[in-house]
């Protein structure tokens, strides 16, 4: 698994993970049945969005607070407002997206943000955590993403051998179009959009114990 620092997991920007006691991430692939000629169906990965990373994912997740009372009342009154609401675990996805010799933008999946685009990365951390791009193939040179306001972003495409990511935003450029069929390689440490999972924040087992499970979901 890639580093993440779990004493700086941030629920709208709030900190909630000093102590925990376990947590996991379940990804599942968007798939789709396709009818094949003689009848049969066949189960295949569904085809994403232009622009957007070639399989899709979505995630849920656990996290197992133990006996932590404090963190429990505390999450429990950030989700007593509506979602969606922003998680961050500075934790590094990886993304792939395939070009067609034209688009030059890509989209972040699910609604991400860069992480360090709402706050600091841990001070007690040397994770780059910009948005890093690898034309090609996955062992290519890496290009961080420069992010850059609107103003910036619309008025111009970024130089050769750059990128740039809109701030606050989904969207990235890349100053080399990918050729057709041609990977882009993404590293993204991302602010995730979620919800909670109804019925799944409480677990009593014993008079004097009360292990808090908090589950959300994309």
Not at 48 to 66: I, N
Not at 100 to 121: C, H, I, K
Request: aromatic share 8%; net charge negative.
């Amino acid at each position: 698994m890639p580093p993440v620092i779990v004493s700086n997991v941030m629920l709208d920007l709030v900190e909630i993970f000093a102590a925990a006691t376990s947590w996991q991430i379940d990804e599942v692939e968007q798939r789709t049945l396709r009818p094949l000629a003689d009848g049969s169906v066949r189960e295949v990965i569904t085809a994403a969005e232009p622009g957007y990373p070639v399989v899709p994912r979505h995630r849920t997740f656990t996290f197992d607070y133990g006996d932590l009372e404090s963190e429990r009342d505390r999450i429990r009154l950030i989700l007593s407002a509506p979602g969606r609401h922003t998680l961050i675990l500075w934790l590094a996805e990886h993304l792939a997206w395939v070009g067609d010799g034209v688009r030059r933008e890509f989209l972040l999946p699910n609604g991400w943000q860069q992480a360090s685009d709402l706050t600091a990365a841990p001070t007690t951390s040397s994770i780059d955590t910009r948005t890093t791009l690898r034309h090609a193939s996955p062992t290519g040179a890496p290009i961080p993403a420069t992010t850059v306001d609107a103003a910036t972003y619309a008025a111009g495409d970024p130089p050769s051998g750059e990128a740039w990511a809109l701030e606050r935003s989904s969207q990235i450029k890349v100053g080399d179009v990918p050729g057709a069929g041609a990977y882009l390689y993404g590293t993204v440490y991302p602010v995730y959009s979620v919800l909670r999972v109804p019925g799944a924040e409480r677990k009593h087992d014993g008079p004097l114990a009360d292990p808090y499970v908090l589950r959300l979901q994309e």
